[in-house]
């Protein structure tokens, strides 16, 4: 005989919805934590880079990028500057002539002849450093790219698709909220009779809200922690299939090995992912406080 | 005790009146009747008595506690005093006769063994040793309404209300309630039951409040 003094809250829909949201609270906050892993590993990896290029009818050409490099060299802030050869500008280009061949040409790359390429300088330099400008005054006939306008874009890009994925977490949390308000008050209306009688026979309202707010709570759990493991293997996969783009060459789970290790995973995803398991936990809190709510609010409508 | 000044209760969603203009009072320790046809006001006044609803206008005492100014607090209170006897017997159905009677006990916080002892002793003196771990649907009208009996009065209340309390008994069980009544009259509470049984009312002969479209006709007897 158990010691009753509330009536048991019982729903099948809330285990249910809680796992449905789990899972897709889930993979939001997966997709976030792989945005933010991708614009770490850009910000740390990706060095500040300018390629010039000279065009190949420039008079004196060699004079002219000897004098560059010297330039460049001699200005603080340039961490390295490299000339391309022949060969390595033929293989830079080579993705772009591939297009133009012909089927039946297969065997032997495209050639352009020496005296018909630009002469291409890189120069790393500090991210302070613009080298725009400099290059511009020396040799004005230049063309001077620098890799931090590409990295500032996908920055843009990567912002503009994190402010996404919080948002489908931000209506995601809604919803569940709302879905589950929606679900306790069904459950709690056909729990109306017995609540009056208990209210009629002087039951303390926070005695009847705090047992049903717990049963309500322990089902979320369930239900979320049940929709976390339902969620593990797609997130496994999807881990396994954007390992090398978010794990550096370094890491040898990179080359994608059948399973991670766990320091694998932690390396793989953002601190930020880790909230993922407290999702079972924020459940059952939206679960515990919306019973008390909807049943303090009708309790408060009784006499 | 008990004190009604002009109290009025609205029918909910219409513009007519359960009771009107309702005046009496009932000393402490007394037993009286409530009778009158269908529809009279029987039950409203029960319930307003009961505090599951709260008079429309009018000024009600009960157990020395102005109604009309109380707190949530002091009718949760009083409403531990009271016991009731509804007609429909408001047992929860998915809890055990056990735990049905045990509730006005667990609500004072009563030790388990002590509420195990009483619940024990009392659905012995009702014949109900048999039903303790059975659940109201499984029980007949009877054996309900006398579950009903034992949470009313296992708390010992000092206002007992009963609303038609024999009407599913035998006559043996019935005549065993009111001498049960009559005990807790001695020992400090104040009875009030409605019935249509005049043989009752002969065996037990006490004041009488009359109702009649939710007014009082007259109130006979010595309070």
């Known amino acids: 005989m158990s010691k009753r003094l509330a009536p048991s809250f019982q729903s099948r829909s809330l285990p249910l919805l809680c796992a449905f949201m789990t899972v897709l609270a889930g993979l939001a906050l997966a997709g976030l934590s792989g945005l933010q892993t991708l614009e770490h590993i850009w910000a740390q990896e990706t060095p500040n880079t300018a390629t010039i290029e000279l065009p190949p009818d420039l008079p004196d050409l060699n004079q002219q990028a000897q004098a560059l490099l010297e330039l460049l060299n001699q200005t603080s802030g340039v961490l390295h500057v490299h000339q391309f050869s022949s060969e390595e500008t033929q293989t830079l280009l080579a993705p772009w002539l591939d297009q133009g061949r012909t089927e039946g040409h297969t065997d032997s790359p495209p050639q352009i002849p020496p005296t018909s390429l630009p002469l291409i300088i890189t120069a790393e330099h500090t991210a302070s450093l613009s080298l725009a400008p400099l290059i511009a005054t020396h040799t004005p006939s230049a063309v001077v790219e620098e890799n931090s306008h ?72 369930i239900g979320s922690v049940f929709g976390l493991i339902l969620l593990a293997p797609t997130l496994a996969t999807l881990a396994h299939a954007l390992s090398p783009l978010l794990l550096s060459s370094s890491s040898p789970a990179a080359d994608g090995p059948a399973f991670f290790t766990l320091e694998n995973y932690t390396s793989l995803f953002s601190p930020h992912f880790w909230t993922i398991f407290a999702l079972p936990l924020m459940c059952s809190a939206i679960a515990w406080a919306t019973t008390q709510c909807v049943i303090l609010i009708w309790l408060r409508r009784l006499p | 005790m008990i004190h009604l000044n002009n109290v009025t209760l609205s029918r909910q969603g219409t513009r007519g009146f359960a009771l009107r203009d309702l005046n009496f009072s009932l000393p402490r320790s ?41 707190s949530r607090s002091t009718l949760r209170h009083l409403r531990r ?143």
């Open chain 1, 150 to 221: 590409w990295t500032e874009r996908l920055h843009t890009l990567i912002s503009t698709l994190t402010s996404c994925a919080e948002l489908i977490l931000a209506i995601t949390l809604g919803t569940t909220s709302l879905t589950t308000a929606i679900v306790i008050r069904r459950a709690v209306t056909t729990q109306r009779t017995n609540l009056t009688i208990l209210h009629s026979l002087g039951s303390f309202p926070l005695t009847l809200a705090n047992r049903m707010a717990l049963h309500a709570a322990a089902l979320a759990l």
């Open chain 2, 30 to 70: 007394s037993f009286s009747w409530l009778v009158g046809p269908s529809g009279a006001g029987k039950s409203s006044l029960l319930e307003l008595l009961s505090l599951n609803t709260l008079p429309s206008h009018g000024h009600m005492t009960l157990l020395e506690t102005r109604i009309d100014n109380a």
């Open chain 2, 81 to 223: 005093r009271i016991g009731f006897i509804p007609q429909n017997y408001r047992l929860i159905p998915e809890w055990s006769v056990f735990d049905n009677t045990a509730l006005p006990l667990r609500l004072h916080k009563h030790r388990e063994a002590d509420i195990r002892r009483e619940v024990h002793a009392i659905l012995h003196w009702l014949g109900l040793p048999q039903h303790i771990d059975a659940f109201p649907p499984q029980l007949s009208g009877g054996e309900q309404q006398r579950v009903a009996i034992a949470r009313a009065l296992i708390g010992r209340p000092a206002l007992l209300i009963a609303d038609e309390p024999t009407h599913a008994l035998g006559e043996d069980q019935a005549h065993l309630l009111l001498d049960a009544m009559q005990q807790l009259v001695s020992l400090g509470t104040t009875v009030i039951v409605a019935t249509h049984s005049r043989t009752l009312m002969r065996s037990y002969p006490a004041p009488t409040l009359t109702l009649n479209n939710g007014s009082l006709m007259h109130q006979e007897g010595t309070l």
